[in-house]
């Protein structure tokens, strides 16, 4: 079992930044992939970002590339997550979230293990 909880949400005006932190504990010994996903009320949760367990490989949605940067440091079981140029349409709640895998996907239903959420707020 993995435990999740995420930090660093909160309101930041348009063109703001912020950086999601999630902190895992638990068996953070095995293979995870790790990434953040994201959703507004009414949606479904829909795939953000991800990174492979050395950090050598990333993966992000269309819309986040070169405003987003996902990162992990594995001495500290701490994925990131730093957002620049912010907009409303970033207005969500993320999720981090652990895959047992060596290998990415972006189906909700392969990732494993979940966190409470945080909200980000982004103000126009």
């Known amino acids: 079992q993995v435990q999740l909880v995420e930090s660093g949400g909160g309101l930041v005006q348009t063109g703001g930044s912020l950086r999601l932190s999630c902190l895992a504990s638990?068996?953070?010994?095995?293979?995870?992939?790790m990434g953040w996903f994201r959703q507004v009320p009414g949606k479904e949760r829909e795939f953000v970002a991800a990174?492979?367990?050395?950090?050598?490989?990333?993966d992000y949605r269309d819309s986040v590339k070169g405003r987003f940067t996902i990162s992990r440091d594995n001495a500290k079981n701490t994925v990131y997550l730093q957002m620049n140029s912010l907009g409303p349409e970033d207005t969500a709640v993320y999720y981090c979230?652990?895959?047992?895998?060596?290998?990415?996907?972006?189906?909700?239903?392969?990732?494993?293990?979940w966190g409470q959420g945080t909200q980000v707020t982004v103000s126009s």
């Open positions: 990174i492979s367990r050395t950090s050598s490989t990333t």
């Open positions: 979230t652990a895959r047992v895998s060596l290998h990415f996907s972006r189906d909700l239903a392969s990732w494993n293990y």
């Open positions: 638990g068996r953070t010994e095995r293979n995870y992939v």
